[in-house]
T-cell receptor, first 113, second 110 residues
Framework: DSGVTQTPKHLITATGQRVTLRCSPRSGDLSVYWYQQSLDQGLQFLIQ???????AKGNILERFSAQQFPDLHSELNLSSLELGDSALYFC????????????FGAGTRLSVL | AQRVTQPEKLLSVFKGAPVELKCNYS??????LFWYVQYSRQRLQLLLRHISRESIKGFTADLNKGETSFHLKKPFAQEEDSAMYYC????????????FGKGTKLTVNP
């Protein structure tokens, strides 16, 4: 167990809907990262938060947004869902500050029907 | 641009045979390199990082800056090594994001 908790484990929803994925980082970690894993694109970095502030943005669609709360948990919001958004969404956390190890959660599997 | 290439999607070996999973990277600087492993239906786990130079579960990886490679090796594969292996790069300065290769699925046959 990495100490990073993601809920829910599975989500099944319809096109056009909106969902929220939740991530609780390891105790003491200030950075949270979101990644999308799909069959065709592999593992892609979406966004990073550090101590409540957005730190870096990757290939994140405008329909997607995230935030990190004062207790350091993070939420990834996906709206106007399309079939192509079906993927495994991973959260990772790290202490941050320079080169660091990222510890991954078990992921949320999103199926858009 | 930061890029990680794992040329083999699939790799199959027999138990006890040596295994090498290839990883090449593109980065204008000195990156930090990692190998992550994902066993069936489980989370990504760090296997090793080049800066620590340690051997985990019998795996080692050597950074070759001239060839921009970070191949993962194990002299004697075990059935429990069957998994997806991802090579990842982390750049210095700025974002601490990981850039992953597409992964290699290793199957160790009995």
């Amino acid at each position: 167990d990495s100490g990073v908790t993601q809920t829910p484990k599975h989500l099944i929803t319809a096109t056009g809907q909106r969902v929220t994925l939740r991530c609780s980082p390891r105790s003491g970690d200030l950075s949270v990262y979101w990644y999308q894993q799909s069959l065709d694109q592999g593992l892609q970095f979406l966004i990073q938060y550090y101590n409540g502030e957005e730190r870096a943005k990757g290939n994140i669609l405008e329909r997607f947004s995230a935030q990190q709360f004062p207790d350091l948990h993070s939420e990834l919001n996906l709206s106007s869902l399309e079939l192509g958004d079906s993927a495994l969404y991973f959260c990772a956390s790290s202490v941050s500050g320079g080169i660091n190890i990222q510890y991954f959660g078990a992921g949320t599997r999103l199926s858009v029907l | 641009a930061q890029r990680v290439t794992q040329p083999e999607k699939l790799l199959s070996v027999f138990k006890g045979a040596p295994v090498e999973l290839k990883c090449n990277y593109s980065y204008s600087g000195s990156p930090e390199l990692f190998w992550y492993v994902q066993y069936s239906r489980q989370r990504l786990q760090l296997l090793l990082r080049h800066i620590s130079r340690e051997s985990i579960k019998g795996f080692t990886a050597d950074l070759n800056k001239g060839e921009t490679s970070f191949h993962l090796k194990k002299p004697f594969a075990q059935e429990e090594d069957s998994a997806m292996y991802y090579c990842a790069l982390q750049g210095q300065g700025g974002s601490e994001k990981l850039v992953f290769g597409k992964g290699t699925k290793l199957t160790v046959n009995p």
